[in-house]
């Protein structure tokens, strides 16, 4: 286990962060955050609704892509390799990755951790739908979590992740290399929403000892929430946990923020 987690008194234990992606991206998702009560979740900096966000353990969301027409996110940058002809992020990673230029990525980085910096205490990053695991773009993303003294999730279970060719071992080093917390990250974005119950009282239970992270994008089903193409599987999210059982599961495990895991890693490195 890394020496992180045992300084957290973790070893041999089962620790789970709820994670809530996409906050500020609509008064629904933010509305399920508040409602749900689990301290921690990402902000994408360039949502429509990220002056209504607060919470004790908040990251930032880098965002450099939408995934989704209904998604209307703009750079906080000018760099013309983020935009497509709409003047919008690209929607997929097809898309972005070819055209993406490094140091575009990085002034666009630097924008979205720098307003996040002014409106509340950052304590970790992450990568919406991992465009940042192109590896020089991870480069960037280390560099500015080691910057900035903030811990930045690169999943340990890579493997699970769908990567072009080169990108695995890239990665893998750039992780080893940099001390960052080892996390393991548990997803049901891709699963049917009628299967989601099942599958959090599945997944979570098989889960053995280690750090994991629960990625959910939960939003109330209202008219504003309804608008992204995907809303089904957001509120399957907040159904399913708010389900008896499932926080029954959850509470099995030595619930952690990042937060915490911010504070640890900066008197360890």
Not at 72 to 91: A, D, E, M, T, V
Request: glycine residues 8%; proline residues 6%; negative net charge.
């Amino acid at each position: 286990m890394n020496e992180l987690w045992i300084k957290l008194g973790l070893q041999g234990k089962r620790a789970l962060i709820v994670h809530h992606d996409d906050l500020g991206l609509s008064h629904a998702q933010n509305r399920a955050y508040r409602e749900l009560g689990f301290p921690t979740g990402s902000v994408m900096m360039m949502g429509c609704c990220v002056g209504e966000v607060s919470g004790p353990d908040l990251g930032v969301h880098l965002t450099l892509t939408s995934g989704q027409d209904s998604m209307q996110l703009h750079p906080l940058s000018p760099g013309s390799s983020l935009r497509n002809p709409q003047g919008l992020f690209w929607h997929t990673l097809e898309d972005a990755w070819p055209r993406l230029v490094a140091a575009e990525v990085e002034a666009e980085l630097r924008a979205q951790l720098e307003a996040a910096l002014q409106a509340f205490d950052v304590t970790h990053l992450d990568s919406h739908m991992g465009a940042l695991l192109r590896p020089d773009l991870a480069e960037i993303y280390v560099r500015l979590a080691e910057e900035h003294r903030l811990p930045a999730l690169i999943p340990s279970n890579l493997d699970d992740v769908r990567l072009p060719p080169g990108f695995l071992a890239a990665l893998q080093a750039l992780r080893e290399r940099s001390a960052l917390p080892q996390v393991t990250v548990v997803d049901g974005y891709g699963v049917p929403p009628q299967q989601r119950r099942e599958w959090y009282l599945q997944a979570l239970s098989g889960l053995g000892a280690g750090v994991y992270q629960l990625i959910h994008h939960a939003a109330c089903a209202d008219a504003e929430g309804q608008s992204l193409g995907d809303w089904q599987g957001r509120k399957a999210d907040l159904e399913a946990l708010k389900d008896p059982e499932v926080r029954r599961v959850i509470g099995e495990f030595e619930l952690l923020t990042w937060r915490e895991v911010r504070e640890a890693w900066r008197g360890a490195v």
